[in-house]
C-alpha cells in the first residue's frame, strides 16, 4: 500500500467512526426524548439504531485491523488507529446505553406517570455534551479540548450520586412508586455510564495526539500544547 493510499484508508477510517459516533450521539438523544414523552415509536427507532450501530462496529475494528496487519504503521499513525479501535468500542457501549434507556421506558410506559425528584433531561443534556465535545476533540485532534470533558465527568458523577440518593428514598417511603423510582435509578446510571465512555474517548484522542496515557488521571497538571507529535 503506498503511503498516499495509507493515508486515505486512515481518513475512511475517522470518517467511518464519525458517522457512528452521529448515530450514538443520535440514540441517546431520541432514548431521552422518549423518556420525556413516553413514546414506544421513539424507542422503536432507538432499537434500529442499535443494529446499525452494532454493524458499525464490526466494520470499523476489521478496517482497523486490517490496516494494522498490512501496514505495521508506527508512532502517531499506530496511536491513531489503536484509538479509533478503542472508541469504537466506547461508540457501541453509548448505543447500548441508549437501548437500556428506551428498554426502562418500555417498562415505564405501563405505569402512571409519577413526578420523581431526578432531572434526566438534564443529566442526559450534561452527558451528551461530553460526547460531543469529546468528539469534537477528535476530529480537531485537540487535546486541551479532550482534557477539558475529564473535568467534566465530575458533575454528572455527582448527579448520578444524587439521583440514587433521592430515588432511593422515594423507593423506601412510597412503594408506589417504587417501579417509576427504580427504572428511573436505572436510566440515571445508564447515562453515567454515557459519560464515562465520553471520558474513555477523550483519554483516548490525547493519547493519541500527545502518546500521553491519562487514565486514571483525571486532574493533569502537564500541559504539552495540542498539536499532534510523531
Known amino acids: 500500500m503506498t503511503r498516499i493510499r495509507f493515508q486515505q484508508s486512515l481518513e475512511d477510517l475517522k470518517e467511518n467512526l464519525l458517522v457512528m459516533a452521529g448515530l450514538a450521539e443520535q440514540a441517546i438523544q431520541r432514548a431521552i426524548e422518549a423518556y420525556r414523552v413516553r413514546d414506544l415509536s421513539i424507542c422503536d427507532l432507538v432499537s434500529r439504531s442499535e443494529i446499525a450501530i452494532n454493524r458499525m462496529e464490526r466494520d470499523i475494528d476489521q478496517a482497523a485491523l486490517d490496516l494494522l496487519a498490512m501496514e505495521q504503521p508506527m508512532a502517531i499513525d499506530l496511536r491513531f488507529i489503536l484509538s479509533v479501535i478503542k472508541i469504537n468500542a466506547d461508540l457501541e457501549r453509548v448505543g447500548d446505553a ?95 455510564r454515557v459519560a464515562d465512555h465520553a471520558t474513555n474517548i477523550a483519554e483516548d484522542v490525547i493519547f493519541w495526539v500527545q502518546g500521553a496515557d491519562v487514565r486514571h488521571h483525571k486532574s493533569l497538571t502537564k500541559k504539552n500544547g495540542s498539536q499532534p507529535v510523531p
Do not use: C, W
Open 98 to 192: 441508549a437501548k437500556s434507556i428506551s428498554d426502562r421506558v418500555r417498562h415505564m410506559e405501563q405505569m402512571g406517570v409519577a413526578e420523581l425528584p431526578v432531572d434526566i433531561p438534564r443529566m442526559a443534556s450534561l452527558a451528551t455534551d461530553m460526547v460531543r465535545k469529546s468528539l469534537q476533540s477528535f476530529i480537531e485532534g485537540d487535546a486541551e479540548l479532550a482534557r477539558g470533558v475529564l473535568t467534566m465527568d465530575d458533575a454528572v458523577d455527582s448527579m448520578n450520586r444524587a439521583a440514587y440518593k433521592a430515588l432511593t428514598k422515594v423507593m423506601e417511603e412510597q412503594s408506589h412508586l417504587a417501579p417509576q423510582a427504580l427504572n428511573a435509578l436505572m436510566i440515571s446510571r445508564s447515562l453515567e
